[in-house]
């Protein structure tokens, strides 16, 4: 499979904990990119991390790529009740974009 | 909001009816994208249009038809779908379709069930 493929599938935590979702990838990339859905809405755009960066971060985000293991993790810090949503990561080569299954994200009150 | 919209939200069909999903971007973008979600799947990327130009057919079934009028606008016209062609179904856009960065911008989705 050409996907990105997002581990774990769900993911349980409590407010205030960190959460950590990978994402391996069987081909090369141009860039690799996080996107969030919520319940039935559309994605949202959260980061891109190119192939020469390792590392990127974004407010409570940090994404990590490693390309030698062909694999990025997204760490969201202090995790709040409204993170609560499905993580995508996407390898963007050439003009597309291919999607993993995604982590659910679950992060109780 | 992401600067792209679609309608409607919800379209419940038969299976001999025909209608057309409508997708519009406020963003100056170049290039539209319909992607189709269904439970337990990755998103599979269905067509790619890159001003106006349609660039990818992902062996998608011609009971979908899309059409691009203009860079702003979008449509999947439906005919004779199947119960298994319910899913939620998102236009993205971007700049334009290159090598190289290419961040998307999703609408909402329409929920479409067929019965």
């Known amino acids: 499979s050409q996907q990105g493929e997002e581990d774990p599938q769900a993911l349980s935590i409590q407010e205030g904990e960190n959460a950590t979702m990978n994402c391996s990838y069987k081909?090369?990339?141009?860039?690799l990119q996080w996107y969030r859905q919520n319940s039935g809405r559309g994605l949202v755009h959260l980061i891109l991390?190119?192939?020469?960066?390792r590392e990127k971060h974004s407010g409570r985000l940090r994404v990590t790529l490693d390309t030698s293991k062909k694999s990025s993790s997204l760490l969201i810090t202090a995790s709040r009740a409204a993170d609560t949503a499905s993580y995508f990561c996407?390898?963007?080569?050439?003009?597309?974009?291919?999607f993993g299954k995604g982590t659910l994200l679950t992060v109780n009150p | 909001e992401t600067g792209v919209t679609q309608t409607p939200r919800h379209l419940v069909m038969g299976m001999t009816n025909k209608k057309s999903l409508k997708c519009e971007q406020h963003?100056?973008?170049?290039?539209m994208y319909w992607y189709k979600q269904s439970a337990k799947k990755p998103l599979e990327l269905m067509f790619v249009?890159?001003?106006?130009?349609?660039?990818e057919n992902n062996s998608v079934p011609s009971r979908f038809s899309p059409e691009c009028p203009n860079s702003s606008h979008l449509f999947l016209h439906l005919h004779t779908l199947q119960p298994e062609d319910s899913a939620l179904y998102l236009c993205?856009?971007?700049?334009?379709?290159?090598?190289?960065?290419?961040?998307?911008?999703f609408g909402p989705g329409t929920r479409l069930t067929v019965l």
């Open positions: 993205a856009s971007s700049q334009q379709v290159a090598l190289g960065d290419n961040e998307q911008f």
């Open positions: 081909t090369s990339i141009n860039n």
């Open positions: 991390i190119r192939s020469n960066e």
């Open positions: 996407a390898r963007g080569s050439n003009y597309k974009l291919t």
């Open positions: 963003l100056g973008h170049n290039a």
């Open positions: 249009y890159n001003f106006k130009e349609q660039t």
